[in-house]
């Protein structure tokens, strides 16, 4: 503590301004909706975009916001961090995912078939696509023929061959959509890989992966006779346009702690 410290009064020559708001809502859609909404009136009333913020604690808490805000034709930048639906552990599961529904998603297999690290390395994905090539399959028939055979590699083909069976068998027999995700969340791996790293960045991406389980459930609680294949269709819709050429004007998000030092109107 500064025992000298020089005596200072501070102030603003700003006007006072609106004071500020609480609101409680019941849950986070409740608050992505009201959130919304106020862009909506201010916008109404004249403002810009570009004149308005949304702040969060951490990135994960977009998810919502940013589902409401491309439902209504808002949009947005995101600062300091990446659109949920772009960022790579968000990616990766909804890539497990559509591999589920259909083995015969190359995209998505070559993504996830050594994520996290199981020793299928660059040279032996070389070898699935050139065997594919040779005779006329897609990579999933390749990797279940190379499973079949003797080594290293038809070992670890197999391991991940199998493991997408018993995930597949789980989706087929019924189980709820949001107990098969975490299933593919925790039985690939792919949680203990977080874990294992025990960094704030893993940590960070382990809260998005929640969110995505968290907006499986909701989606499936919303609509019982939701399918895998309808939820992913959406998030697909979704995010369709998100390369599009966008407006200048767009909704700030960031977090709190990337907001300090900046004024907004």
Not at 1 to 23: C, D, F, M, Q, Y
Not at 50 to 67: G, T
Not at 245 to 264: D, I, R, S
């Amino acid at each position: 503590r500064a025992v000298h410290r020089e005596p200072k009064e501070l102030w603003t020559e700003n006007e006072e301004g609106a004071p500020i708001s609480v609101v409680t809502c019941s849950d986070e859609r409740q608050e992505s909706e009201l959130i919304v909404e106020a862009v909506r009136q201010l916008r109404i009333a004249g403002r810009s975009l570009d004149e308005m913020a949304v702040f969060y604690r951490v990135h994960a808490q977009s998810r919502v916001i940013e589902d409401e805000l491309r439902r209504t034709n808002v949009p947005y930048r995101i600062v300091g961090g990446m659109r949920f639906y772009d960022r790579a552990e968000v990616k990766d599961l909804l890539a497990y995912l559509r591999l589920l529904t259909n083995p015969e998603d190359d995209v998505s297999l070559l993504r996830v078939v050594n994520v996290p690290a199981r020793g299928i390395g660059k040279k032996s994905v070389e070898t699935l696509l050139d065997n594919a090539s040779k005779a006329g399959t897609g990579v999933w028939r390749a990797l279940e023929l190379a499973a079949r055979g003797r080594g290293g590699p038809s070992k670890r083909f197999k391991h991940f061959v199998d493991l997408m069976g018993v995930l597949r068998g789980r989706l087929e027999s019924g189980d709820p959509l949001a107990a098969v995700a975490y299933a593919v969340y925790e039985d690939t791996g792919y949680k203990q890989a977080l874990k294992d790293q025990d960094t704030p960045e893993a940590d960070a991406r382990m809260q998005n992966i929640e969110e995505l389980l968290g907006a499986i459930q909701l989606a499936h609680e919303e609509n019982p006779e939701l399918t895998l294949t309808d939820f992913l269709e959406a998030v697909t819709l979704d995010t369709a346009g998100d390369d599009e050429e966008q407006p200048e004007e767009k909704l700030t998000l960031m977090t709190v702690h990337a907001a300090k030092g900046l004024e907004f109107p």
